[in-house]
C-alpha cells in the first residue's frame, strides 16, 4: 500500500510539471532548465525514499530519519508548486504565487512551532458510577510519543514531562507508541527525561511497540524487542498494563483501571474500521461490573467490543494522530483520518460509554504537525446522580 501511494504521488507530480513547463511559451532558457531540473529532483523524492529502503537491510534510527526527511522536503516544495499550478492555470499567476507563499509558510510553522508547542486539552466526565471519593480526581493521558523520530528529543521530552507536571495531576496515563521502531531509541537519556514526569504513570503498548516494523528480524527478533520496551518502561517507574486490571483506591472505594496490550497479530489490520479481540473475556475476568472502569487500549476501534463487554466506562486511545493534519474551524473539525477510522480524534459518548482518542505529541512519515498539534489531556472525573 504505501509503495503504491508513493508511486502514485511521484507520478501526479511529474504530470503536473510536464503540463504545465510544456504550456509555457519560453523553451529552451538556462532558468527554464533550472525549474525543470528541480521540479523533477524534488518529484522523485517520494521515489528515492522508496528506493533506500528497498536496498537497506534494516531500517536504523537514522534512516528512519532519512525517510522522514524526504517526505518533508517533498511536501514542502512540491504541494505549494501544485497549488501555483491551479491558479496559473486559471491565469491568476499573482493569487498563486500568493497562495503558494502562505502554504508554505503555513507547512514551514507545522514544522517548527505546529510540531512542538503543546496544546493541553480539558475534559470533564461525567458518571453517577463514579464513586463519590472520586469525585474531582484528575488524570492526564498522553499517547504516541514516537521518541526515536523526535527531532530535539531533549527539548521536546523536556516541553512534555514540564507540561504534565504542571498540571499536578493524580495520576498519568499513557496509551501506546512509546517508540517508533525499536527498543534502542529508550536510551538512557530518553528515559532519564520520561523519568521526569512526576505521579504513578500507567501505560499500554501501542502496535510501535512490539517490534514488529524491523527489517532486520534476525538481529533484532520482535518477541524481544517487545520485551525490551515493556522491561525500559518499568525501570522508569511506569506501571506497564499487559492484558490486566489495576484497582486506583481513594479512601474506601475504588475504580479499576485495564490495559490491553497491543497484538501483533493485528499489525496489518492496524488501519482496519473492525477489529477481534477475542480474549476480551479474560482480561476483565474477575472486574465487578459494578465498578467504574477506565481502559487503556491504542486501537480506537476496539472500543465498540470493549463496550460489548460492559466494560469501558471512560476509554482512552491514541494511534491515529488525525493523521497530523486537521482543519478545525468547528467542533472536532475535519482530517483524512476520517476517510479510514469510524472514530479519529477527541471524544465520542455513547450511553454511559465515553472514547477519548487523543491526538499524540510525537509524529511519524514527516515532522510536521498542521492543525491537529501535540496533545496533552487533562481529564476530571465528576460524580453525577
Given at each position: 500500500m504505501l509503495l503504491t501511494l508513493t508511486l502514485i504521488l511521484t507520478l501526479a507530480a511529474f504530470a503536473a510539471d510536464w503540463i504545465h513547463f510544456r504550456r509555457q511559451r519560453r523553451r529552451g532558457t538556462p532558468a527554464r532548465r533550472v525549474l525543470i531540473g528541480w521540479a523533477l529532483a524534488t518529484d522523485a523524492l517520494p521515489l528515492v525514499s522508496a528506493l533506500v529502503g528497498a536496498v537497506s537491510r534494516d531500517n536504523s534510527p537514522a534512516l528512519m530519519t532519512l525517510y522522514m526527511w524526504l517526505i518533508w522536503a517533498w511536501i514542502v516544495t512540491v504541494i505549494p508548486r501544485l497549488l501555483y499550478y491551479v491558479f496559473h492555470f486559471l491565469k491568476l499567476r499573482r493569487t498563486g504565487v500568493a497562495l503558494a507563499a502562505l502554504l508554505t509558510l503555513f507547512l514551514?510553522?507545522?514544522?517548527?512551532?505546529?510540531?512542538?508547542?503543546?496544546?493541553?486539552?480539558?475534559?470533564?466526565?461525567?458518571?453517577?458510577?463514579?464513586?463519590?471519593?472520586?469525585?474531582?480526581?484528575?488524570?492526564?493521558?498522553?499517547?504516541?510519543?514516537?521518541?526515536?523520530?523526535?527531532?530535539?528529543?531533549?527539548?521536546?521530552?523536556?516541553?512534555?514531562?514540564?507540561?504534565?507536571?504542571?498540571?499536578?495531576?493524580?495520576?498519568?496515563?499513557?496509551?501506546?507508541?512509546?517508540?517508533?521502531?525499536?527498543?534502542?531509541?529508550?536510551?538512557?537519556?530518553?528515559?532519564?527525561?520520561?523519568?521526569?514526569?512526576?505521579?504513578?504513570?500507567?501505560?499500554?503498548?501501542?502496535?510501535?511497540?512490539?517490534?514488529?516494523?524491523?527489517?532486520?528480524?534476525?538481529?533484532?527478533?520482535?518477541?524481544?524487542?517487545?520485551?525490551?520496551?515493556?522491561?525500559?518502561?518499568?525501570?522508569?517507574?511506569?506501571?506497564?498494563?499487559?492484558?490486566?486490571?489495576?484497582?486506583?483506591?481513594?479512601?474506601?472505594?475504588?475504580?479499576?483501571?485495564?490495559?490491553?496490550?497491543?497484538?501483533?497479530?493485528?499489525?496489518?489490520?492496524?488501519?482496519?474500521?473492525?477489529?477481534?479481540?477475542?480474549?476480551?473475556?479474560?482480561?476483565?475476568?474477575?472486574?465487578?461490573?459494578?465498578?467504574?472502569?477506565?481502559?487503556?487500549?491504542?486501537?480506537?476501534?476496539?472500543?465498540?467490543?470493549?463496550?460489548?463487554?460492559?466494560?469501558?466506562?471512560?476509554t482512552l486511545s491514541g494511534h491515529v494522530h488525525s493523521m497530523q493534519f486537521k482543519i478545525r474551524p468547528w467542533g472536532r473539525g475535519w482530517s483524512p483520518a476520517r476517510w479510514i477510522y469510524d472514530r479519529w480524534s477527541g471524544r465520542y459518548d455513547e450511553g454511559r460509554h465515553t472514547l477519548y482518542i487523543n491526538d499524540g505529541t510525537g509524529y511519524v512519515a514527516y515532522p510536521m504537525r498542521l492543525g491537529a498539534w501535540p496533545e496533552v489531556t487533562l481529564f476530571t472525573l465528576k460524580r453525577c446522580e
Open positions: 514551514v510553522w507545522g514544522t517548527t512551532l505546529g510540531r512542538t508547542r503543546i496544546r493541553v486539552n480539558r475534559v470533564e466526565i461525567c458518571s453517577d458510577r463514579i464513586p463519590a471519593v472520586f469525585d474531582g480526581f484528575r488524570f492526564v493521558q498522553f499517547s504516541d510519543a514516537h521518541v526515536g523520530a523526535l527531532v530535539r528529543p531533549e527539548r521536546e521530552l523536556t516541553r512534555l514531562a514540564d507540561t504534565i507536571n504542571a498540571l499536578h495531576p493524580d495520576a498519568v496515563f499513557f496509551t501506546g507508541d512509546l517508540v517508533n521502531i525499536r527498543s534502542a531509541e529508550l536510551d538512557a537519556q530518553t528515559m532519564a527525561l520520561l523519568q521526569r514526569i512526576e505521579g504513578p504513570v500507567w501505560s499500554v503498548t501501542g502496535n510501535h511497540d512490539v517490534g514488529t516494523y524491523i527489517h532486520d528480524s534476525i538481529r533484532f527478533p520482535a518477541d524481544v524487542e517487545a520485551r525490551t520496551v515493556v522491561e525500559r518502561q518499568r525501570a522508569m517507574g511506569w506501571c506497564v498494563l499487559e492484558d490486566t486490571t489495576v484497582y486506583l483506591r481513594r479512601g474506601g472505594d475504588s475504580i479499576s483501571l485495564t490495559g490491553i496490550s497491543f497484538d501483533p497479530a493485528l499489525r496489518k489490520r492496524r488501519h482496519d474500521r473492525h477489529l477481534p479481540a477475542d480474549n476480551l473475556p479474560e482480561i476483565y475476568a474477575g472486574v465487578p461490573e459494578s465498578s467504574y472502569n477506565i481502559t487503556l487500549v491504542h486501537l480506537p476501534q476496539l472500543w465498540e467490543l470493549v463496550t460489548a463487554a460492559g466494560r469501558g466506562d471512560l
